[in-house]
T-cell receptor, first 112, second 116 residues
Framework: KQEVTQIPAALSVPEGENLVLNCSFT??????LQWFRQDPGKGLTSLLLIQSSQREQTSGRLNASLDKSSGRSTLYIAASQPGDSATYLCAHWGFGNEKLTFGTGTRLTIIP | SAVISQKPSRDICQRGTSLTIQCQVDSQVTMMFWYRQQPGQSLTLIATANQGSEATYESGFVIDKFPISRPNLTFSTLTVSNMSPEDSSIYLC?????????????FGSGTQLSVL
């Protein structure tokens, strides 16, 4: 059974710093990987999708990378802002599996 | 992309009652997914709803407790029946857009349910 782990579970950093969030999965046979953010009590907002043939995707201050061989994905946030405070979740489709497996999430707090 | 309208956004309910959550999508989609997120936890898939057929439930979830309707390609409802405090969670609907490994999942704004 695929397990997806995100470490750390919580992270606090001062505004303006660059930071990296980690996502580890046990089975390297993943189809694609998607990063989301979730504000408290709300739904999920899609941030980036890395397709199976890709190694990274960028959107604004966000960069997500995928290394299937090591079972890891990272989300890099540059020049962090208080508005980046949220819980960040990674999730992936497996081959032949029509449902997403979600990570445990990292709760990020940016300190003004 | 997809715009998903989910309601209610939150509700406080009494034990033993039922709540129906509605999800409206701005475009036609084949599959809609219903998730539950218990306090402090990640998301767990409840069921997958296809238009014109019965929903497919994940292990640990049953139709009597979580009946789902899917009357057309843009709408679905999830009912949480005979609620208990253990049902207090955020419930989310989602749809996939795109094909193959470009398929991306989009979510509604969630329904925060508290059962007293």
């Amino acid at each position: 059974k695929q397990e997806v782990t995100q470490i750390p579970a919580a992270l606090s950093v001062p505004e303006g710093e660059n930071l990296v969030l980690n996502c580890s999965f046990t089975d390297s046979a993943i189809y694609n990987l998607q990063w989301f953010r979730q504000d408290p009590g709300k739904g999920l907002t899609s941030l980036l999708l890395i397709q199976s043939s890709q190694r990274e995707q960028t959107s604004g201050r966000l960069n997500a990378s995928l290394d299937k061989s090591s079972g890891r994905s990272t989300l890099y946030i540059a020049a962090s802002q208080p508005g980046d405070s949220a819980t960040y979740l990674c999730a992936h489709w497996g081959f032949g599996n029509e449902k997403l497996t979600f990570g445990t999430g990292t709760r990020l707090t940016i300190i003004p | 992309s997809a715009v998903i309208s989910q309601k209610p956004s939150r509700d406080i309910c009494q034990r033993g009652t039922s709540l129906t959550i509605q999800c409206q999508v701005d475009s036609q989609v084949t599959m809609m997914f219903w998730y539950r997120q218990q306090p402090g936890q990640s998301l767990t898939l409840i069921a997958t709803a296809n238009q014109g057929s019965e929903a497919t439930y994940e292990s640990g979830f049953v139709i009597d407790k979580f009946p789902i309707s899917r009357p057309n390609l843009t709408f679905s409802t999830l009912t949480v029946s005979n609620m208990s405090p253990e049902d207090s969670s955020i419930y989310l609907c989602s749809v996939g857009k795109g094909t193959g490994d470009a398929e991306k999942l989009f979510f509604g704004s969630g329904t925060q349910l508290s059962v007293l």
